[in-house]
């Protein structure tokens, strides 16, 4: 089960963020991936937000696009019980300035952003080459597969 909440001020230029549409994209996403029972949480946050957890938990001044904290390890061989898959936390505003520069569209970055997120959160990584190439073949693929501009 995916939930998506947003803790964007009213204010902010993207606090209106489809959520409905990427919570499809994160269900989506989990079933292609034969993810395990369990619940996922999608929160789309403002610069100074991301910029707090960037720093608290990767070390790292200033925001990003997309942080995930898986919370329990996936374990297969108790498909009855739900698990706290984890979160994926997404800044619009960093992703909007990243479809930009590379002239993309910000809901394909989204997109990406999210699809990005929940492979971290099932044990994808990019740290070596080797795994960085198989992820982002991953991602090319489902967003071939999932996503429809």
């Not at 329990?72 to 061989?77: K, N, R, V």
């Not at 993309?104 to 989204?110: Q, T, V």
């Not at 971290?120 to 198989?134: F, N, T």
């Amino acid at each position: 089960m995916v939930f998506v909440g947003t803790e964007l001020p009213a204010t902010h230029p993207e606090a209106g963020i489809e959520t409905s549409r990427w919570e499809k994209l994160a269900t989506a996403t989990l079933q292609a991936e034969n993810a395990p029972n369990g619940e996922l949480n999608l929160i789309f946050v403002d610069e100074e937000k991301m910029s707090e957890l960037n720093s608290t938990h990767m070390g790292k001044k200033g925001p990003t696009d997309v942080l995930a904290f898986p919370i329990d390890a996936i374990d297969q061989t108790d498909a009855d019980t739900p698990q706290l898959l984890g979160d994926v936390i997404i800044c619009p505003a960093i992703a909007r300035q990243s479809a930009k520069t590379q002239d993309k569209e910000f809901e394909e970055e989204i997109a990406l952003l999210v699809l990005h997120g929940i492979l971290h959160i099932l044990g994808y990584d990019h740290a070596y080459s080797d795994d960085s190439l198989i992820m982002k073949r991953r991602e090319k693929q489902l967003l071939a597969d999932l996503y429809a501009s």
